[in-house]
């Protein structure tokens, strides 16, 4: 495909950004004011001459060149280190008050001066591509296909200042165009009607005895002759040794539809190798919407005859005396699994229903999350939740699917593609047609995607120019004007040349289109931001994608600059439930929760939290719908550092050792008043991602609280000192390894800093469970107690938490819950923090020395409401940090 000279050169400046990007900013340089000068000489240059130079800072040689970021970057360090008492050090004579305020103000005023005179130049934020997350948002929501999961199939995006929102971070290289060309294709396609006709919305009931993913496992073989590892028959609420035994058919079928419909098959584990039960004769036939409907319940299964009682008895089957958490998957072979939803089973037959969108190709696969995963080790598998009269299992009956729904057809992404224009079905590949409909040896249907459709032209080029126009009016944030339909237009026109058809010259145009700096970047002028750049950012900040119409109407009349206006559109936006993904977003970065999947917890020393997948997709939810709450209910900003609730669910409670909460879904609830749970820093999501699977560490929780939560980012340690290794042995405990590491005198100012946070946190072990123990590895006597994967616990208490610590300004704590409250006697500093990520993250660039003030006034007016979550969003959009470049 060739492209219009003029296209090629906008492609390679937009390659080129980086280099374009970092412009050179003319000097500030010159003498340090005399008021700077006295006190440098009166109170520093003892410990900071050319001789001592403690901490490598040699102030006599410190040009005062504030053009020179490094060189800002040591003035402003010097600023806030005598600023926060810090410097001079105690044990030196400290200055006069009047002093002090005199040399940090005509320091601060000559920082200011100097970075103002920058920005004024080149604006705060630098010009930046679409993330992962905002680019797969943006093709969602302009081909209206929720369902596109293109992400994953972009490079990795740089991260600076803690997000992926940063410019100098989000590099643009061939590879990187590639990718884009290669997902915007393939979600073109995916929001063309895959038929000509519009398909039959069917609903059908696919059997569980009819699935070999079900009823294969019922019959033991030399890989399995475990019944835990068995499916079993099972009518109503009776068992069927006939059946399983292979004496009698595995269904009635249509013999008798009576009888079939209380035909089940059962399990008293969650699906895991070896077993792994799915509905795998469905196979959605095209991306869309569809209703998942399960009847299924809960049962109890009777124990072997012999003393072995933990071993069931298939055939022993009465109602369940529990509910039981499911969850539903759809699965791509083989095993990409993807989560779409989950529910509670009761003792008593029932139907639930899940609204959802599936991919073509995808499997429906339930997972009885709270049973067991048997996995081989020293000794013969156990099931923990095994009694001496029986187990629990789960049975399922079907599945019904109901799909795919349209509310119109074409649908609206096709529409907006090709309009009306008659289309017909492309001809299936003559291998794919014998394939489809077979099955292969798992009992899976072979899929074979649609091979979708042609669109038909007879006056491909006048039919071309108002499609394109309309596509570029949709796609680009600003106007488009005639410029830039003539710019894609050769895009059509040379494609129609090479022998391409209609359909294929108008994706090869609209690939561009999606692919070109207008739509992949973010263009912003310095100063003022105008309408159009307001309401992108205020979009991708509150939505992680685009500006809808609604918006971008106000901004065409040049209202969205009014503040009313502008307040008006954040709360619509924030009422809105797209705001979701900028609460997953902004948490997947601030608070790492990215990364939860990172590390497993250890077989050996955490065999409880291993392969409990339920307990970690909880913990993720519980701080995803915790910032929602706040952020809903406007909750002031202390709740991060303390609350009197929490989102729990049956799982999240039982591991937390509260009081009983009953069924999957997550729900706020209160909590006692001695908890030491409430706030981020005591969720299991937050402490998991602070912990790598082994161990914990209070120097990397510490600086983690101090970055995330309190604003303070410590500094980086010393390269020549090795990072302290807590003993999984269990004969010295981490705060005795770091009693010793502070005896180092270049660790010891840092540690006692970052260390009190994480000592806090130390009664919480890499899952976030309370402990007065340490667990240690080996010991002759193991603790006793099954694992999830029913093997024996193999770990051991060694020595007693210490969760006491001395601030540095020395008030003290005795554990985390007077730790917390140390935290709540600064709330301004709490709410400083949040403003500061939550600038970073919606302007896209830092928040320098200069924007300092503009964050207090944010804090002002946002302090009648005690710093609520949602004040605080208002107050930013309102401000000139927001407002500008």
Known sequence: MTRSSGFAQRMKLFTSLPLLIATAASGIAGERTSTVEV????????CHDAETQKGGLDLTALKFDLANSTNFSKWVLVHDRVNAGEMPPKKKPRPEAATLAAFTKSLSSSLVAAEQA???????????????????????????????????SLPEDGEAHRFNKIGEALDVSHVQMARYLNAADYALRQAMAPYADRPETRTVRYYARDQRSYTGPMRFSVFNTAPERATFPVLGFQGQPEVRAGKAPITVGSTNQELRELEGVGVVASAYEPIEPKFNQFRAPMAGRYKLRFNAYSVWVGPSQSNRWFIPNLDDISRGRRDEPVTITAETPPRLLRKLGDFDVTPEPSVHELDVWLLAGEMIRPDAGRLFRSRPGASRWQNPLAEKDGQPGVVFRWLEVEGPIYDEWPSAGHELLFGDLPMVNRPLEASAERRSGETNRFGQRRFTPPAGVEVLSQKPLRDAEPLLREFLRRAYRGPAGEAE????????????KLGNNFTDAMLAAYTAVLSSPEFVCLEEKPGRLDDYALASRLAFFLWNSPPDEELRRSAAKHELRKPKVLRAQTERLLADPKSRRFVEAFLDYW?????????????GLYPDYYLDDLLTESALEETRLFVAELLRCDLPVRNIASSDFAMLNE???????????????????????ESARGGLLTQAAVLKVTANGTTTSPVLRGAWIMERILGQKPPPPPPSVPAVEPDIRGAVTIRQQLDQHRTLESCSVCHAKIDPAGFALENFDVMGGWRDRYRAEGGSTPEKGLAKSGQKFAFHYALPVDASGELPDGRKFRDVREFKQLLLADEQQLARNLARQLAVYATGAPVRFSDRQEIERILQRASSS????RSLIHELVQSELFRSK
């Open 866 to 869: 005690h710093y609520g979550v």
């Open 118 to 152: 920058q920005l004024a130049r080149e604006g705060r934020s630098t010009q930046r591509r679409l993330n992962r997350y905002e680019y797969e948002n943006a093709l969602r929501d302009l081909l209206h296909a929720p369902w596109l999961q293109v992400r994953d």
């Open 485 to 496: 339909l003539k710019r894609f237009l050769p895009v059509i026109e040379s494609a129609l």
């Open 651 to 673: 799982r999240l409670a039982a591991h937390y050792g509260l009081p009983a909460v009953q069924g999957v879904a997550l729900r706020r609830t209160p909590l006692p008043s």
């Open 39 to 46: 006190f440098l000489q009166e109170h520093c240059l003892e």
């Open 591 to 603: 608070l790492d929760l990215r990364k939860i999947i990172a590390t497993a917890p250890d077989s």
